[in-house]
């Protein structure tokens, strides 16, 4: 497996939760049908737990770079990836570009038409910013 299988599975996950799931993790990834390797789930689990514990600063981070748009206007799952992204861009030290790619790649595989655009748009603007 890799860590693009395991942030596709903590995306899900967190969208699960976020539908009012209270599943226990494993039986929710057991149900998509995804296995991960030990490395993967941990990499999984550091995902869907870091998201949780910065939750109000990550969602703080994307209403400062929506232009027309408000946190609950977005799509449920474009919200998880936009999340998942922010948490690794701010909190890990995995390569800018690697994390945006990841996102823009996972709003294409389940978002509409255009999340990709949105959420490169969204991750751009914070990377900027930050590097300005």
Same mark, same amino acid.
């Given at each position: 497996?890799?860590?693009?299988?395991?942030?596709?599975?903590?995306?899900? /996950?967190?969208?699960?939760? +976020?539908?009012?799931?209270?599943?226990? %993790?494993?039986?929710? =990834?057991?149900?998509?049908?995804? *296995? @991960?390797?030990?490395?993967?789930?941990?990499?999984?689990?550091?995902?869907?737990?870091?998201?949780?514990?910065?939750?109000?600063?990550?969602?703080?981070?994307?209403?400062?770079? /929506?232009?027309?748009?408000? +946190?609950?206007?977005?799509?449920?799952? %474009?919200?998880?990836? =936009?999340?998942?992204?922010?948490? *690794? @861009?701010?909190?890990?030290?995995?390569?800018?570009?690697?994390?945006?790619?990841?996102?823009?790649?996972?709003?294409?595989?389940?978002?509409?038409?255009?999340?990709?655009?949105?959420?490169?748009?969204?991750?751009?603007?914070?990377?900027?910013?930050?590097?300005?």
């Amino acid at each position: 497996m890799s860590r693009k299988t395991a942030r596709d599975a903590a995306v899900r /996950l967190m969208y699960a939760r +976020l539908q009012g799931s209270n599943s226990d %993790d494993g039986a929710v =990834l057991e149900t998509m049908g995804v *296995e @991960l390797a030990q490395q993967d789930r941990a990499f999984t689990d550091l995902l869907v737990t870091g998201v949780e514990a910065h939750a109000a600063e990550l969602d703080e981070t994307i209403k400062r770079y /929506l232009k027309g748009w408000t +946190l609950e206007r977005i799509a449920r799952m %474009d919200l998880c990836i =936009l999340r998942s992204a922010l948490f *690794e @861009l701010m909190y890990s030290d995995i390569p800018e570009s690697v994390a945006i790619n990841e996102a823009i790649e996972l709003a294409k595989a389940y978002g509409g038409q255009e999340s990709g655009p949105f959420v490169n748009g969204v991750l751009s603007n914070f990377v900027g910013e930050r590097g300005a």
